[in-house]
């Protein structure tokens, strides 16, 4: 069965390019980034992977660790490292799954059979510290990722998941947001939004973003 939002994210045990990994336990209290490959050595990977690299200090400051995964094995993947820090101008700095059995792929739906029978499509999961699936991306394989998009909503997750609100379409940090429309306490809308807000309609309220 396919996962699905806030399903628990499945752990699993597999080698990589840092040595084996249990999911569960790498991940400890941080979120995570999951993401697929359909293989080593490829073009539209090896941008995606240096961009990802490049973007290691954004991730950390929002205590997300990112996991990549192939099915290719843990030599492939360590020479294919070395070409990605050359060409992308950056370090890998972190894990690669080799992921030959499709264990990972099987569990998480990563091989989609009218796509490629044994490659995996580019999915990525975002897992929150409680280990649930909290957004599910799959492009296809002639396609590279928006790795700013993921940032954003990684962003948009651990707003909403402090605060009574949610991101409209386009929203980018800092801007305003939406108070969510079961929100209806005057009295506490003023406790949690002092700087107060702007009702559209009555089910549209914006208001600045209330951790800046």
Known sequence: MALRLGDLAPDF?????????????????????????????????TTELGLTARLQDEFVRRGVKAIALSV?????????????????STTVNFPIL?????KVSQLYDMIHPNANETLTVRSLFIIDPKKRVRLIITY?????????????????LQLTDNHSVATPGNWQDGDDVVIIPSLKDEAVIREKFPKGYKAVRPYLRLTPQPNK
């Open 72 to 88: 290719d094995g843990v030599e492939s993947h360590k020479g294919w490292i070395q070409d990605i820090n050359e060409t992308q």
């Open 140 to 156: 296809p394989a002639s396609t590279g990722r928006n790795f700013h998009e993921i940032l954003r909503v990684i962003d948009s």
């Open 13 to 45: 045990e597999q080698d990589s390019s840092e040595g084996r990994i249990r999911f569960h336990d790498w991940l400890g209290d941080s979120w995570g980034v999951l993401f697929s490959h359909p293989a080593d050595y490829t073009p539209v990977c």
């Open 98 to 102: 080799a992921d030959g059995d499709r």
